[in-house]
Each structure stands twice: as C-alpha cells, then as structure tokens.
Nanobody
Framework: QVQLVESGGGLVQAGGSLTLSCTAS????????MGWYRQVPGKQREMVAL???????NYADAVKGRFTISGDSAKTTVYLQMNSLKPEDEAIYYC??????????WGQGTQVTVSS
C-alpha cells in the first residue's frame, strides 16, 4: 500500500501563485505516471497535468502556459506550480500515482481557493 500526502493548497488572490506537492510513503519502481486532478462540487474530477516516468508531460488546455508539473528523481514526489491563478481554478486538487498492474493511488485532496 502507498499513502500520498498532499500539501500547499490555500487561499490566493486571482493572478497569484501556489505550489502543490504530493509525496508517496515509499518508492515503487513500477510507477508509470504521476498527476494532478481537480474537482469542484457537482462536476467530475478532471485531469490537470500528468508526468510520466520518462518525463513526458501533458496538461489540460485550461492550464497550459500557467501550470507546471514536475517530479523528483526518486519519483516519490510530484509538484504542481500554479501561476496566474483564476477563479475558475478553484477546486479540490488531488494527486494520483499510477503503477503497472493498473494500480492507482490518490491523495486526500487539498483545497485551492482563488479570490477575485
């Protein structure tokens, strides 16, 4: 079992920045990708950014050019640098680690609130 612990959420003014981090309780060498998702009440959880074990990155169109995903070399921590935040970015942000064998682990979620 792997536990993911998130940190870095909070309240920020529109146009501001936040950095989220998510650390796994242990390293698993079969990790395929790490990612960030977000969810607002009444809507489905959506992908924000992904980084694969080879370093390839994908972003949702809504955050391209504003958010940056990165991971540490041990592949136990994933970060999401969020710049130029907008009110529509307000959501609960979840990290997700995906491993070979179709194993998925989620963080507990961290609230990002953007004031206009």
């Amino acid at each position: 079992q792997v536990q993911l612990v998130e940190s870095g959420g909070g309240l920020v003014q529109a146009g501001g920045s936040l950095t989220l981090s998510c650390t796994a309780s242990r390293r698993i060498f079969s990790m395929l990708n790490m990612g960030w998702y977000r969810q607002v009440p009444g809507k489905q959880r959506e992908m924000v950014a992904l980084i694969t074990s080879t370093g390839r990155k994908n972003y949702a169109d809504a955050v391209k050019g504003r958010f940056t995903i990165s991971g540490d070399s041990a592949k136990t921590t994933v970060y999401l640098q969020m710049n130029s935040l907008k009110p529509e970015d307000e959501a609960i942000y979840y990290c997700r680690f995906y491993f070979a064998g179709d194993r998925t682990y989620w963080g507990q979620g961290t609230q990002v609130t953007v004031s206009s």
